[in-house]
């Protein structure tokens, strides 16, 4: 190896050398911990518990399910979807999937029988009425109806039981800053 040659690999490996150093002393900020919806049964219907700040309110929610590259096209097919809460409550993101008590119009009514799993999608708005952005959670049916949680209080799709006030508690407006 000339001279030339050896200083050209030397600088390349000093170059490397304080790149990775430079690289690896980063940290990066942590990932943002995935928000989960609350569920539970109230006799037949199953009631989602949506994570909502005070300033944001739930305008349309909508049951999707995977069908392997069909559906609407993108692989996703959608049973349900409804917008325009018919109360407070439905607004503040409670609500009951798949009937139209809890949403004024039904742009696609619930058709078949609900599968044992399924993604509840919500949009939800900001304090202006903008579409702030959509939100979706899985929900198991069978651990639904096996999850005995007491009044106010979600199953969330990792198994956690949740009050209302924990399950909104997840979103960055309800985190204090320090």
């Known amino acids: 190896m000339t001279g030339g040659a050896f200083r050209s ?5 000093i170059l490397v050398t304080a790149a990775m150093t430079t690289l690896s ?8 911990t995935p928000m989960h919806f609350g569920f539970r049964m109230e006799g037949e219907d199953i ?3 949506h994570p909502t700040c005070p300033s944001e309110s739930v305008s349309a929610a909508k049951i999707v399910v995977s069908v392997d590259g069909e559906g609407d096209g993108d692989g996703f097919e959608t049973l349900w979807n409804a917008d325009g809460p ?4 439905v607004r503040r993101g409670v609500f009951v999937v798949g009937s139209a008590r809890s949403f004024g119009t039904e742009k696609k009514p619930l058709t078949k029988r609900l599968p044992k799993g399924f993604y509840v999608g919500v949009t939800v708005l ?11 959670d899985w929900i198991d049916v069978p651990a639904a109806r096996a999850a005995k949680p007491a009044d106010d ?6 198994g956690k039981i949740m009050t209302r006030d924990q399950i909104n508690a997840q979103r960055r407006c309800s985190q204090k800053k320090g």
């Open 9 to 13: 690999v030397l600088a390349t490996t």
């Open 25 to 32: 002393s980063c940290q990066l900020g942590e990932a943002p």
């Open 47 to 49: 009631v989602v518990a």
């Open 86 to 89: 018919r109360s407070e409550a």
């Open 126 to 136: 900001d304090q202006e009425g903008h579409e702030k952005f959509e939100d979706d």
């Open 153 to 158: 209080q979600y199953r969330t799709h990792g």
